[in-house]
């Protein structure tokens, strides 16, 4: 299967895994979490089209190491780019730059990028800073749901997983075209 020319980054609690399930251990380290329903199947189905994945998010790389092992998904994933190694947490430009280095992308390639996210102050700004294509995940019933600066305006916004995957074939198709 031939690689797609979008690129994924993604981030990982309220977007693929529901934080209300995370069970924790005495060092605030994630043991086991569920997924939003339809989230690991959109995974796998992103995954088995050839599409490129890069986990950007904050936690722990324990934590997110658990959860995925557990669920069995890490596989789907092209690099993980964890706020615990790279010393700072999203918005922070470091985190999205430390993607695109790992993944070797360089500016030319930001058109090519979507990232899908659930907090706009977060991972919709973040993105929408460095000029990449922002995606609301916008399930969850946590953090902000009103747009409160210019930047945390996403590009598109989706309320379950099942409805990326006729946006991310579309942006693909886009490129391709």
Not at 36 to 56: M, N, R, S
Not at 134 to 142: A, G, K, Q, V
Not at 154 to 159: F, G, H, Q, S
Request: glycine share 6%.
């Amino acid at each position: 299967m031939a690689t797609k020319k979008l690129i994924i980054f993604t981030d990982c609690g309220d977007t693929i895994i529901d934080e209300a399930t995370q069970v924790y251990d005495s060092r605030h380290i994630v043991q086991r979490a569920d997924f939003i329903p339809g989230a690991d199947e959109v995974l796998k189905q992103l995954h088995e089209e050839g599409f490129t994945i890069v986990a950007v998010a904050d936690g722990e790389v324990e934590s997110f190491g658990n959860v995925f092992r557990e669920n069995g998904l890490n596989y789907c994933f092209d690099q993980w780019i964890i706020s615990e190694t790279v010393g700072m947490q999203k918005p922070a430009p470091v985190m999205f730059e430390t993607a695109m280095e790992k993944m070797g992308l360089t500016e030319a390639d930001k058109s090519r990028i979507v990232m899908i996210g659930n907090n706009l102050k977060k991972d919709i700004a973040g993105a929408n800073r460095q000029g990449l294509t922002s995606i609301w995940l916008d399930w969850s019933p946590r953090y902000f749901h009103t747009v409160e600066e210019p930047d945390w305006q996403p590009d598109y916004t989706v309320k379950t997983p099942a409805e990326l995957l006729p946006l991310l074939h579309d942006l693909n198709r886009k490129l391709e075209g």
